[in-house]
C-alpha cells in the first residue's frame, strides 16, 4: 500500500488530503480558528443543578458547556476547602467540542496531550494500552518500560497503536516523547496557577500534525505540502525517523492541487450524486436528523438474461456501492444516524456477504463506525462517531 498525505492552499482555504494507492480517501479543510484540544484556565461563570452543569467562560465572551456528571476529578487553580465546582472558581479545562449552531463548546476537566505513540491524560493514573492492541506483546513491553522509568503526578499513560510491531530499539523515543509531555503537562499545571482566569494556556497543534501523529506505522510513504511554514511546523513535531517523508514541493509552473486533482476530489465529495465504475451511482442527501444514502443500478444492466443474472448484477453494484460508501463517510466525515438503501437481494448468501463486507469497511475507519441492524424494509442502519463538522460544513464556515 502507498500512502499520501498532501497539504496545501485551495482558494483561500488550507486543505488536507489523504491519498492511499492513488486513490483519495479523505479530505480535511483546515480552521485557523480551531479551539479543539486547547487548555485554558477557565473561570466558572455559574452553576445550573437541574441539568448537572456548569458554564465556563475561557475567554471573554465565550462560555463553554461543562457537564459535571463526566468531571469529577476537577483541577482547581484557586484555593478550595471542598470539591463542588462553585461560581467564580478557576478551573483547568480543555476543550474538546466546537460551538455547533446554537450550542455553545464544551469543555472537560480531564485534560489529554497527544503524542504519536502515548497520549498523556489526567483521567488516568497508571499505564493503560489502547483497546485495539491491548493483548499485543510489544504494546504490553512499553508499558512495562513505562511503569519502570516515568514520574506520573496526577496523570497517567495510554499507550497508543503505533507502537504495535515497534522495534525494540525504538523504545528510547516512546521513552522521550513520554518525558516530554509529563515536562508539558507539569509546565501547564504551573502556568495555569500563576494566570487570572480566564487565560490560553496551552495551543494544541494544528490539525494536520494531530493527524499525522495519528497515521499508523509505516502507513505513510510521503508527506507534501507547498507551504515552507507548514512545512517547518511539521518537521518540529513528528518523530526523527519520519523526517525523510516530508517533502516540501516547489513548482510555480504546476500547483500541488493541481497534480493531485484536489479540486475535483472536492468536488465531487460535495456532490449528492456519485457514479460507480459499474455504471451505478449512490445518491447522498444530509439531513439536521440522519443522512440517508439510496443505491441505484442506473446504467450497469446484464448482458445475460434471468433472475441469476439479475441477482448478480445487483450484488456487483451493491458491493462497490459499499465500498464508496465507506470512503464518502471518510471523505465527507459523515456522522450520526447514516441509513443505506442498497438494492434489493433476493439471495440470503448475497445479503450476509455484503453486511459482512460493509462490516470490514467500517473496521478500517479511524473514527468508530458501527453497523447496527438491517430494517425490515432492508435498510441498512449504521452510525458513525461525530469528529467536528462534515467537510460541507467546514467549506461553509470558511466562506
Not at 225 to 245: C, G, M, R, S, V
Request: proline share 2%; charged share 30%; glycine share 4%.
Amino acid at each position: 500500500m502507498s500512502a499520501k498525505y498532501i497539504i496545501t492552499h485551495i482558494d483561500n482555504r488550507l486543505v488536507a488530503a489523504e491519498y492511499s494507492d492513488g486513490r483519495c480517501v479523505g479530505l480535511n479543510i483546515v480552521s485557523p480558528a480551531c479551539i479543539i484540544g486547547n487548555i485554558y484556565a477557565g473561570r466558572v461563570e455559574n452553576v445550573v443543578k437541574n441539568i448537572n452543569c456548569a458554564f465556563v467562560e475561557i475567554q471573554k465572551g465565550v462560555k463553554c458547556y461543562y457537564p459535571l456528571d463526566e468531571n469529577t476529578g476537577h483541577i482547581f487553580l484557586n484555593p478550595k476547602n471542598n470539591t463542588s465546582v462553585n461560581q467564580g472558581d478557576a478551573v483547568l479545562v480543555q476543550v474538546i467540542k466546537e460551538a455547533v449552531k446554537t450550542k455553545p463548546p464544551t469543555v472537560t476537566g480531564k485534560i489529554s496531550l497527544t503524542g504519536k505513540y502515548v497520549v498523556l491524560s489526567t483521567d488516568i493514573r497508571g499505564i493503560n494500552i489502547s483497546s485495539k492492541t491491548r493483548k499485543d506483546e510489544v504494546c504490553l513491553a512499553v508499558r512495562e518500560m513505562l511503569l519502570e522509568n516515568v514520574q506520573r503526578d496526577g496523570f497517567g499513560f495510554i499507550v497508543r497503536t503505533n507502537c504495535k510491531d515497534l522495534q525494540r530499539d525504538k523504545f528510547d523515543e516512546v521513552l522521550s516523547e513520554a518525558q516530554r509531555l509529563s515536562e508539558e503537562f507539569l509546565s501547564i499545571r504551573k502556568n495555569a496557577q500563576f494566570c487570572r482566569a480566564p487565560q490560553l494556556i496551552y495551543q494544541e497543534p494544528p490539525e494536520y500534525i494531530s493527524r499525522i501523529l495519528s497515521f499508523q506505522n509505516d502507513y505513510i510513504d510521503e508527506i507534501i505540502t507547498d507551504d515552507k511554514e507548514i512545512y517547518d511546523n511539521i518537521n518540529k513535531y513528528i518523530p526523527a525517523e519520519d523526517l525523510k517523508k516530508v517533502r516540501l514541493y516547489k513548482d510555480d509552473m504546476f500547483a500541488l492541487y493541481k497534480l493531485y486533482d484536489i479540486e475535483k476530489q472536492l468536488r465531487d465529495a460535495l456532490s449528492k450524486k456519485i457514479w460507480l465504475k459499474c455504471g451505478g451511482y449512490i445518491v447522498i442527501e444530509q439531513t439536521e436528523a440522519l443522512t440517508s444514502i439510496d443505491v441505484n443500478s442506473g446504467k450497469c444492466v446484464s448482458k445475460k438474461s434471468g433472475a441469476e443474472a439479475k441477482e448478480n448484477t445487483v450484488y456487483r453494484v451493491n458491493c462497490e456501492a459499499a465500498q464508496e460508501i465507506a470512503r464518502q463517510l471518510r471523505i465527507r466525515n459523515l456522522s450520526g444516524i447514516i441509513i443505506i438503501d442498497f438494492i434489493n437481494m433476493d439471495s440470503e448468501e448475497h445479503n450476509a456477504s455484503l453486511l459482512s463486507q460493509l462490516r470490514e469497511l467500517f473496521r478500517e475507519d479511524r473514527i468508530t463506525t458501527s453497523l447496527i441492524d438491517i430494517t425490515k424494509l432492508g435498510l441498512a442502519e449504521v452510525t458513525r462517531k461525530r469528529t467536528g463538522e462534515t467537510l460541507a460544513e467546514s467549506m461553509k464556515l470558511q466562506n
